[in-house]
């Protein structure tokens, strides 16, 4: 694909096609880190993009389950060393 840097304000920028942002799963407004990698442009989607939304469903779900026990059957916690102060 071909794509021509144009000017908005006093910055340039990149007009990219719907269908490629579809394909990221990115719309307007979204947030990705932009970074130079050998000598090319490289736009990633921002990690856990969507966290703060899916902590707030699961905590009004009430779920509080643990997927995973605290401390585990066959772990003996009397080996560690407590930092004293």
Do not use: C, H, Y
């Not at 920028?13 to 990221?24: A, M, V």
Request: hydrophobic residues 40%; negative net charge; without cysteine.
């Amino acid at each position: 694909m071909r794509t021509n840097i144009i000017q908005i304000g006093n910055s340039k920028g990149l007009i990219l096609p719907s269908d490629l942002l579809q394909k990221l799963n990115l719309s307007l407004k979204s947030t990705v880190n932009v970074f130079v990698e050998d000598e090319k442009i490289v736009i990633k989607s921002k990690p856990r993009q969507g966290w703060a939304e899916a902590f707030k469903q699961f905590a009004l779900s009430g779920n509080e389950e643990l997927l995973f026990p605290d401390v585990f059957d066959d772990e003996d916690l009397n080996d560690l060393a407590w930092e004293q102060k």
